[in-house]
């Protein structure tokens, strides 16, 4: 009776450490899966602004604080993973961006570097569909870092990056504008004509019409510069584009020899502004070119007045 009590005894006891284990295995199981999910849960929550999801959305919103969340966002990324092709085309796109608003010039040249040298790398592991958007930024990258730094040598790399991105298949309205002053910056008169044009079935503005009549007058083609130059002239309300028109206008004539019209148009700028420095440089010329060479020295010095450092009439001060 002893012995078969402790045999039940046994098969109680090993049957309740089964049933523990058992229910120890499945507490082990859902806390672990629970921990997990939670995990994951906070992950999403607290850092998906890292995520490539939220790099679109907040880039699509278009404003600084968006492109500021994208920047913070793709730089975060890089920082795991310095090759995330992703996150270095954004971190370009974006500090481009921040660079165009920036006012501190300083700190504008430092964001277009940043995103020149993300974009560069972006190229290189990208996709197919993608790489002609990041040739196009990067061409609008160098077109700005042309504006704004002190040393103009990157205006051979916004016509690299824009045609390729053109000849990729990619369309923006401002391409043929950004190709027509580059090729104007490079000396490349046809070209920024036929690029100018192309800008001119976009959208027709003042300050285009001059730049084409600009290169036209670099190109020996005056009396096609003069149409663009009476265009400008009907629509423009910008004071100081029309004063440079009339100096233009004024220095195509003068070359033509009608020096009569060429000392209205000098005249018509000095009317409203006597410190005018291209109109007296203009009227220098003029007078230097009908033999008299005493007014036309004495309109290169008040151009010098006001203006110390005009390379043309400190030119013609040097020559006669």
Known sequence: MKARYGLDLFYYKRKTFVIKFIIASFAIVFVTLFSFIFIKFIGNKFFKLDSVDSMYKNWSLHTEE????????????????????????????????????????????????????????????CKKDTLPQIQYMLGRAYFYKNKVSAYHYYADLVVKYLSLAVSNGYKSADIPLLLGLSYASLGETDESIAAFTEALLVRETDTLLFNIAKQYCNNGQESVAKQYLVRVMKISQNE????????????????????????????SILEKNQNSADAHYGLGVLYEKKGDNIKARSEWRKCLKIQFNHKGALKKMSEL
């Open 240 to 267: 100081d584009l029309l004063d440079d028109s009339h100096i233009l206008l004024g220095q195509i004539y003068t070359s033509e020899g009608n020096f009569s019209d060429a000392e209205k148009e000098f005249n």
């Open 66 to 125: 968006g492109y500021k969340s994208v920047y913070n966002s793709a730089s975060r990324i890089l920082d795991e993973n310095p090759y995330h092709n992703a996150a270095l085309a954004f971190l370009g796109y974006s500090s481009f961006m921040l660079a165009e608003s920036e006012t501190d010039n300083i700190k504008s040249q430092e964001l277009l570097d940043k995103s020149i040298f993300s974009l560069r790398k972006a190229m290189h592991g």
